[in-house]
Nanobody, 124 residues
Framework: QVQLVESGGGSVQAGGSLRLSCAASGYDFSSGCMAWFRQAPGKEREGVAALNAYGTAIYTDSVKGRFTISKDNAKNILYLQMNSLKPEDTAMYYC??????????????????WGQGTQVTVSS
């Protein structure tokens, strides 16, 4: 069965960096699209970045220039490198996989598999 397991979250001061990882198994990792979402307490889930099988990426405006999404097809791992972190980046971060098509999107409805999340806390 499909499994997505996130890691790499933690607590960091503003301006610091973290790299999140999402280990995937149970499907063809090189196809479809993958994405990172986040949800802060009391807020709706937000699409942060997405990456398709062709290597094209999109980002929500608030993280452009600071976050980078990438994947290692040999290791079946999706990454999110987060630099210049801000307190408003504090949230639970989830990776998600769309195994159905190659549409590049941060619409959560397009993703059919989800990880359990990893917490990122940024202090000022």
């Amino acid at each position: 069965q499909v499994q997505l397991v996130e890691s790499g979250g933690g607590s960091v001061q503003a301006g610091g960096s973290l790299r999140l990882s999402c280990a995937a198994s149970g499907y063809d990792f090189s196809s479809g699209c993958m994405a990172w979402f986040r949800q802060a307490p009391g807020k709706e889930r937000e699409g942060v970045a997405a990456l398709n099988a062709y290597g094209t990426a999109i980002y929500t405006d608030s993280v452009k220039g600071r976050f980078t999404i990438s994947k290692d097809n040999a290791k079946n791992i999706l990454y999110l490198q987060m630099n210049s972190l801000k307190p408003e980046d504090t949230a639970m971060y989830y990776c998600a996989s769309n195994t159905v098509d190659y549409v590049l999107s941060t619409d959560s409805g397009r993703y059919n598999y989800w990880g359990q999340g990893t917490q990122v806390t940024v202090s000022s």
